[in-house]
Structure formats: C-alpha cells, structure tokens
C-alpha cells in the first residue's frame, strides 16, 4: 500500500530551528509538496520539490531523496506563528495526491 | 469572491438528512476536489473533478455524490447523514489537476448527530 510517515507532534523554541521530517512508500512519485495549517484553518502551499536537493524559500526549506523516500522541510528563526500543523503530500504514478496525517509543530517562547 | 468559498461554516445535522455543502471558486481552475479531515487521519478525497462535466471517487467517497456543471461550482451532497461523516470538510481547486498547487476553502464543520 501507499504510505506517508510523519511525526505526529513536535515543540521547538522561539528563534531556533527545527526539520520535519517526511517518508513515503508510494506507487511511483510525481513531486512533494508541504502544505502549512494552522488550527482551524484551511491548508496553504508552502513548497513543492520534483528533483533531489533543497529548495529555499526566505526562513523555510524543503529537501528532497527521491531514492530515499525522503523529504524535509526545515523552519528558521521560528517565529510564533509558525505553531500549526504541516502537511506532507505526495503524487503518485496515477497523479493521485497521497497526504500525510500531518505534524503539529508547538513554538514556545 | 476572492479564490474558494464554502457555506455554511458550520452545521449540526441530524442522521437521516440529506445536506449539500457548496464550494464556489474564482480562479477558473479546471480541477476541484472534496477532502474530509478527521483527528489524526489528515486529509482524505472523498471526490474530484478534473474539468465542468467530469467527476470521480477518491478514497471515502461512499454516503457523498457530487456534481459540477460549470467551472465555478461543486457541490458535495450527503443522501442522508450518518454520525461517521462528522468532520471537517475542505473543497479545494487547482489549475492543471490534483498534482499541483491546491487552493483550499476556508472548511465547513458539520456535525451529525
């Protein structure tokens, strides 16, 4: 079957770094992506990686192992509302988005 | 209209109805879909379609119907609610299908008791 493994929960500190990490076991791969949600809310597009390496965006990067089955995205000088869930989705070789039950990040002061 | 709506925000609905939510969306995306997220489960597509016309099954479609007669609309229906499809549901839209950037509505929770 397809699978996408996340950490269910993680804290970090205000002003430090922390790296999600995301596996999957999918019928083919047509790109990853991470999606940011916070509490209540609608998911947003924060990334999407189809090559192996990191794609930087200001304090967020997004790496990628596609012989791995691996990815990461990696959160700078956090910021309080960074606290939310991200969501790691991956396409298979039928162009079918697979998610990831996502991890919720906790930022404490 | 700025990108997706969905109505109602929220409703308490009780077993045996039949409900539709409705997403309306902007972009003139070709592609929408319906997800329910539940506590620990993520996001799970109950239905999709591609372009106006054309619909079909994701993961949980069983117990919803949709339809889309025009690019903006998609309409998700519940024949008759049963106390497992409470959740949260999401309609989202995209340009060029599901492996692409999604746009996401704000969510409509229903409760059905």
């Known amino acids: 079957g397809q699978n996408i493994d996340q950490p269910t929960e993680m804290t970090a500190t205000e002003g430090a770094i922390v790296q999600i990490n995301c596996t999957y076991q999918?019928?083919?791969?047509?790109?990853l992506f991470w999606y940011q949600q916070h509490a209540g809310e609608a998911p947003t597009f924060l990334s999407y990686?189809?090559l192996d390496g990191l794609e930087e965006k200001g304090r967020f990067s997004s790496f990628l192992s596609r012989s791995k089955g691996y990815s990461y995205l990696l959160l700078k000088e956090l910021q309080m509302k960074d606290s939310a869930s991200y969501l790691c989705a991956v396409g298979d070789s039928n162009y079918q988005l697979i998610w990831g039950a996502g991890t919720k990040l906790i930022i404490k002061p | 209209i700025a990108g997706i709506t969905q109505a109602p925000t929220s409703q308490i609905l009780a077993a045996g109805r039949r409900m539709t939510l409705r997403c309306t969306q902007d972009?003139?995306?070709?592609?929408m879909y319906w997800y329910r997220q539940d506590l620990g489960l993520g996001l799970r597509l109950i239905h999709y379609?591609?372009?106006?016309?054309?619909?079909g099954k994701g993961e949980v479609p069983d117990g919803y119907s949709v339809s889309r007669a025009n690019t903006d609309d998609f309409p998700l229906t519940l024949a008759s609610a049963v106390p497992s499809q409470t959740s949260v549901y999401f309609c989202?839209?995209?340009?060029?299908?599901?492996?692409?950037?999604?746009?996401f509505g704000p969510g409509t929770r229903l409760t059905v008791l």
């Open positions: 989202a839209s995209s340009d060029r299908g599901m492996v692409n950037e999604q746009f």
């Open positions: 379609s591609n372009t106006a016309g054309t619909t």
């Open positions: 990686n189809v």
């Open positions: 972009m003139r995306h070709n592609a």
């Open positions: 999918t019928s083919g791969f047509n790109g």
